[in-house]
């Protein structure tokens, strides 16, 4: 006799996610519901809360913090004066944020000797980078990140460019194969790859996956852990979603990052997913990027996975024995100077924006960009402007096609802005562009993981690779040069079709930190 299956609908009614909303839900109702009842007790209540948000906007207007994100919550709790205030507070002031940022100091201090064993080129940097100098000694003496010359990089553009590397690569893993990504989803892409994880692990390669909860949370079956350790892979789920308001499931793992041996290293903006190699069109044809490192660069992506590694498994192992250059020295040919650097929001120091800004403000020929999203505050959008301004070719590109029309709509309502102070603004016509670059003055180039948008910047954990000199920097180039025949430029006039929702765009730039 067979046993007996619920229906597939209540199946669905009871898995995590389901569940999750309806306890957030519910919390929610609860609040409201005691706030909104007649009796004494919630009219205390709702006098206390009220002196509670004008007390919090206080502290609000007087912290050291973005000033898009004083404006949003100032409306916010002028909106809402009864639950501002307390929502203020409950997403702010939580136990288990600072516990994260804690565990993550405590890991960094155990990591930060290490970024800089044998092999980083600080020396070769200050012979030649002249005014771009800055740059590096900010990534290494001020954040950590030490710049390396023995490497040698490569520029994958699209994402059927990273595949094919990225399997070549995987098949010559002999100590291990460490992977962390935003999205994996099941399908050709993934199933690819696992074939061969599967195969490396069985021979005795240590194998390690890090995916972000809430990233996968539509995609991937809530076994899908079990399934990787059954296979061999051992695996690990970044900041699992919970069903609690709190400000910390905001904050999620967005880096790409492939390491092979601690000798190869792979970022950008390509997750796992088919979307991003066009084994489907999702949104037209998705134009992506990526960077490949070998030699001694790839040791720092090491370290930053495997402190996410610790961070995500509570764990503590011997880090330096990774290290793959211990008994014989690298020996891959210079080719310029790399510097992979990594962003923490629990933190605040905004590498990611700090890396952008300087390039603009150091630019004197050109800065061509890739962004998927341009929503920014206002220190970035003066940065632009005033580099077109000074007489530099700022191109900026960003998809015609969009994925989510909220922030697609945000975007364009920068466009005006910066089209009048000299900046040329492009959208890729021929599908979707996710590609996350900035190149200038045939020099320099950073490839990575971070968007032009609040999230990005200010709540993700982001990574990327800063290059100067180096032969991808012109691939950078010449692939932004190849994309613009396909590309749509938008002039002032054009800004005009969107003045009859210009009002709708104004408030969804005022709910942008939120995008």
């Given at each position: 006799?067979?046993?007996?299956?619920?229906?597939?609908?209540?199946?669905?009614?009871?898995?995590?996610?389901?569940?999750?909303?309806?306890?957030?839900?519910?919390?929610?109702?609860?609040?409201?519901?005691l706030?909104?009842?007649?009796?004494?007790?919630?009219?205390r209540?709702s006098?206390?809360?009220q002196?509670?948000?004008?007390?919090?906007?206080?502290?609000?207007?007087?912290?050291?913090d973005?000033?898009?994100?004083k404006?949003l919550?100032?409306?916010?709790?002028?909106?809402?004066?009864?639950?501002?205030g307390l929502?203020?507070?409950?997403?702010?002031?939580?136990?288990?944020?600072?516990?994260?940022?804690k565990?993550?100091?405590?890991?960094?201090?155990?990591?930060?000797?290490?970024?800089?064993?044998?092999?980083?080129?600080?020396d070769?940097a200050k012979?030649?980078?002249g005014?771009?100098?800055?740059?590096?000694?900010y990534l290494q003496?001020?954040?950590?990140?030490?710049?390396?010359?023995?490497?040698?990089?490569?520029?994958l553009?699209?994402?059927?460019?990273?595949?094919?590397?990225?399997?070549?690569?995987?098949?010559?893993?002999?100590?291990?194969?460490?992977?962390?990504?935003?999205?994996?989803?099941?399908?050709?892409?993934?199933?690819?790859?696992?074939?061969?994880?599967?195969?490396?692990?069985?021979?005795?390669?240590?194998v390690?996956?890090?995916y972000?909860?809430?990233?996968?949370?539509f995609?991937?079956?809530?076994?899908?852990?079990k399934?990787?350790?059954n296979?061999?892979i051992?695996?690990?789920?970044?900041?699992?979603f919970?069903?609690?308001?709190?400000?910390?499931?905001?904050?999620?793992?967005?880096?790409?990052?492939?390491?092979i041996?601690?000798k190869?290293?792979?970022?950008?903006?390509?997750?796992l997913a088919?979307?991003?190699?066009?084994?489907?069109?999702?949104?037209?044809?998705?134009?992506?990027?990526?960077?490949?490192?070998?030699?001694?660069?790839?040791?720092?992506?090491?370290?930053m996975?495997?402190?996410?590694?610790?961070?995500?498994?509570?764990?503590?192992?011997?880090i330096?024995?990774?290290?793959?250059?211990?008994f014989?020295?690298c020996?891959v040919?210079?080719?310029?100077?790399?510097?992979?650097?990594?962003?923490?929001?629990?933190?605040?120091?905004?590498v990611g924006?700090?890396?952008?800004?300087?390039?603009?403000n150091?630019?004197?020929?050109?800065?061509?960009?890739?962004t998927p999203?341009?929503?920014?505050?206002?220190?970035?959008?003066?940065?632009?402007?005033?580099?077109?301004?000074?007489?530099?070719?700022?191109?900026i590109v960003?998809?015609?096609?969009?994925?989510?029309?909220?922030?697609?709509?945000?975007t364009?309502?920068?466009?005006?802005?910066?089209?009048?102070?000299?900046?040329?603004?492009y959208?890729?016509s021929?599908?979707f562009?996710?590609?996350?670059?900035?190149?200038s003055?045939?020099?320099?180039?950073?490839?990575?993981?971070?968007?032009?948008?609040?999230?990005?910047l200010?709540?993700?954990?982001?990574?990327?690779?800063?290059?100067?000199?180096s032969?991808a920097v012109?691939q950078?180039?010449?692939?932004f040069?190849?994309?613009?025949p396909?590309?749509?430029?938008?002039?002032?006039?054009?800004?005009?079709r969107?003045?009859?929702s210009k009002l709708?765009?104004?408030?969804?730039?005022?709910?942008?930190p939120?995008?």
């Amino acid at each position: 006799m067979k046993p007996r299956r619920f229906p597939k609908w209540l199946r669905k009614l009871f898995r995590r996610r389901m569940l999750i909303a309806f306890l957030i839900v519910l919390q929610a109702v609860f609040i409201i519901y005691l706030v909104a009842s007649r009796s004494m007790l919630s009219q205390r209540l709702s006098r206390l809360l009220q002196i509670i948000s004008i007390l919090v906007v206080l502290y609000i207007v007087s912290k050291r913090d973005k000033g898009a994100y004083k404006t949003l919550w100032v409306f916010l709790i002028l909106c809402f004066p009864i639950f501002g205030g307390l929502l203020y507070l409950l997403v702010t002031f939580q136990t288990a944020t600072r516990i994260m940022c804690k565990e993550i100091r405590t890991v960094q201090e155990q990591t930060k000797q290490l970024y800089f064993l044998p092999g980083d080129g600080y020396d070769s940097a200050k012979e030649i980078t002249g005014s771009h100098f800055p740059q590096v000694r900010y990534l290494q003496d001020y954040v950590g990140y030490p710049v390396y010359s023995n490497t040698r990089t490569t520029y994958l553009c699209p994402g059927e460019a990273f595949q094919e590397h990225l399997l070549q690569q995987l098949e010559k893993a002999e100590h291990y194969i460490f992977l962390e990504f935003f999205i994996v989803q099941e399908g050709y892409f993934w199933d690819s790859i696992f074939t061969i994880l599967k195969r490396k692990a069985a021979e005795g390669v240590i194998v390690r996956l890090i995916y972000d909860d809430l990233g996968c949370f539509f995609v991937l079956p809530t076994d899908f852990a079990k399934q990787m350790e059954n296979a061999g892979i051992e695996c690990a789920i970044f900041n699992p979603f919970r069903p609690f308001l709190t400000v910390k499931q905001n904050n999620r793992d967005h880096r790409k990052i492939v390491v092979i041996d601690g000798k190869v290293a792979f970022t950008g903006g390509i997750n796992l997913a088919d979307e991003y190699i066009n084994a489907y069109e999702k949104y037209g044809h998705w134009k992506d990027s990526a960077i490949m490192l070998g030699g001694n660069a790839a040791w720092s992506f090491t370290l930053m996975f495997l402190e996410m590694w610790q961070l995500c498994k509570k764990c503590d192992e011997d880090i330096a024995s990774y290290y793959p250059w211990q008994f014989t020295p690298c020996d891959v040919e210079p080719d310029g100077l790399v510097q992979p650097y990594a962003d923490s929001p629990m933190d605040n120091e905004n590498v990611g924006e700090h890396v952008y800004l300087q390039i603009l403000n150091e630019a004197k020929d050109y800065v061509y960009i890739n962004t998927p999203y341009l929503i920014v505050d206002d220190s970035m959008v003066s940065a632009l402007c005033l580099a077109a301004k000074r007489g530099v070719d700022v191109r900026i590109v960003t998809p015609h096609r969009w994925d989510k029309w909220f922030v697609h709509m945000t975007t364009r309502s920068y466009y005006r802005e910066l089209i009048r102070a000299g900046v040329k603004v492009y959208e890729y016509s021929n599908g979707f562009i996710h590609a996350k670059s900035f190149v200038s003055d045939d020099v320099i180039a950073t490839v990575g993981t971070t968007n032009l948008d609040f999230r990005s910047l200010y709540l993700h954990f982001e990574c990327g690779t800063w290059m100067y000199g180096s032969r991808a920097v012109m691939q950078v180039k010449q692939d932004f040069l190849n994309t613009l025949p396909v590309c749509q430029r938008i002039e002032e006039k054009d800004c005009a079709r969107y003045l009859s929702s210009k009002l709708f765009q104004e408030i969804l730039r005022l709910f942008a930190p939120l995008m």
